[in-house]
Every structure is written in structure tokens, then in C-alpha cells.
């Protein structure tokens, strides 16, 4: 099966998720006989556009700022202010 997004990790979502759990163990009924089991099939997933997008990592990526800041996590100068940080968070919640 070929892949939806190109992301392996929502190419394997997509094909492990919509298997049918028909194979599933037996379980004992009242009485102590085993039941057949159930063929009942898993619940169906689809993925929005924009998911795919954000997936494919097809969005603007400022490749500078990345090796600025993982440069300046490697030699131990990036500082994280704690009050913007929970400013900000508070303000994704509308708090």
C-alpha cells in the first residue's frame, strides 16, 4: 500500500487502522463455553487537508533561526524567560 502523506508515521496509522479486529481472542461466555468471536470492523479515520499539509512539512521553514537556536542550545546561551512563556501560554488558552 502506498503511502498517503509521504510521513511515515501517518502512512502507518493509515495502515494499521482501519484492519479489521475480526481475529480477536475468544472470550468465555456465562456459562463457561467459548463464543465465536465478533467480526466488528475499527473505527475509520480521515485526515483533514491541513493535516496532510502540516505532515508534509510543506509550511515555511526559517532554516536560519532553527541553526541559530540550536546553536545557541548547544553552547548553553539560550535562556528561556519564564513569565513570556507563561504569558503566552495563557494566552493560547484566553486566560
Known amino acids: 500500500m502506498k503511502g498517503i502523506t509521504g510521513n511515515p508515521a501517518l502512512d502507518a496509522y493509515q ?7 475480526s481475529s480477536a481472542q475468544r472470550a468465555e461466555g456465562t456459562n463457561g463455553a467459548a463464543r465465536p468471536p465478533q467480526p466488528t470492523e475499527a473505527a475509520k479515520v480521515s485526515i483533514s487537508t491541513e493535516a496532510r499539509e502540516l505532515a508534509s512539512g510543506s509550511g515555511q521553514v526559517n532554516t536560519q533561526k532553527i541553526e541559530r537556536l540550536k546553536a545557541a ?13 507563561a504569558q503566552r501560554m495563557l494566552d493560547g488558552v484566553g486566560g
Open 15 to 21: 495502515r494499521f487502522a482501519v484492519k479489521s479486529v
Open 73 to 85: 542550545i548547544t553552547e548553553g546561551s539560550f535562556r528561556v524567560d519564564s513569565t513570556i512563556v
